[in-house]
């Protein structure tokens, strides 16, 4: 499914976005931002065992019409296509997640980004990498700081690959490594089943939202429910019940979920690895 007007009427729509569409960099990081601000991370598919959104009409379906949220495999591929639609030339990229992880692991290709080629040059846009998704627009360039909405980023150049790194209160941590290789649609279709069935997979096993303010992130991972402010400030606090959890998913996220009760159930089921 390529997606037309109407598709792009309704995701801007989605979005709260009200201006005019051109293929230029401004467009492109006023888009970043409101789709950061409008549309949550959020697994709750994978840890209820449904499938993902692995069409472009179900993934419009889920996150625009339904006013859900979605991860990566899901969040990228939709702007993607929207991008597209308005004019833009788009490459997904696939990248190795560093986030968390101790340096030199090696992980596999999960997560799905997207390089843009505008006029002015190439850049990267990534709206589904959760609490630390881009809400700005980043220059495929090496070795300097680029202010974005909300945190500082930049990339170390590494051969062919790139390492992205955010700045979290002076300290340069690693996000994601990847290079600018061409990948097909079934390579993500493997990702995309991979990090939503497999029972060692982070999504089908733990909670995990995010979503943008006007001035602060807020991520409710497992039992824990956390708000980061530009200023520096982190606030947290433990959630003590399945049904806080969900309450939580449904006021700060704006998420309603497809099946309250099952996810409840879902999530008191876990007890202590989901829910506190």
Not at 42 to 60: H, K, S, V, W, Y
Not at 164 to 178: H, K, N, P, S
Request: aromatic share 10%.
């Amino acid at each position: 499914m390529n997606y037309g007007k109407a598709e792009l009427s309704a995701y801007c729509a989605r979005i709260g976005l009200d201006r005019p569409l051109h293929a230029d960099r401004e467009t492109l990081a006023a888009l970043v931002l409101a789709h950061a601000r409008a549309i949550p991370f959020e697994n709750l598919d994978p840890l209820m065992g449904i499938p993902a959104a692995a069409t472009q009409e179900a993934r419009f379906d889920k996150l625009v019409t339904r006013r859900r949220g979605g991860f990566c495999f899901e969040q990228n591929p939709l702007f993607e296509g929207m991008l597209r639609a308005i004019g833009y030339t788009v490459r997904p990229l696939a990248a190795r997640v560093l986030w968390g992880m101790p340096a030199g692991s090696i992980t596999p290709r999960s997560h799905m980004m997207l390089l843009v080629t505008l006029a002015e040059g190439p850049v990267i846009v990534d709206v589904g990498f959760g609490g630390t998704s881009l809400t700005g627009v980043l220059d495929l360039t090496p070795d300097h700081a680029q202010q974005t909405p909300f945190e500082r980023f930049r990339f170390l150049r590494e051969g062919e690959n790139w390492r992205q790194q955010i700045e979290i209160a002076g300290v340069w941590r690693d996000t994601c490594l990847f290079d600018l290789s061409h990948h097909h649609a079934i390579d993500f279709d493997a990702a995309n089943w991979w990090v939503s069935t497999h029972p060692d997979s982070r999504f089908t096993q733990g909670l995990s939202c995010a979503r943008v303010f006007d001035d602060h992130r807020v991520a409710l991972r497992d039992g824990m429910f956390s708000a980061y402010y530009r200023d520096g400030r982190i606030e947290r606090r433990a959630v003590e019940s399945a049904d806080e959890a969900v309450a939580i998913i449904e006021s700060a996220f704006a998420i309603a979920p497809d099946d309250r009760m099952a996810l409840v159930a879902r999530l008191a089921e876990r007890g202590a690895r989901g829910a506190k």
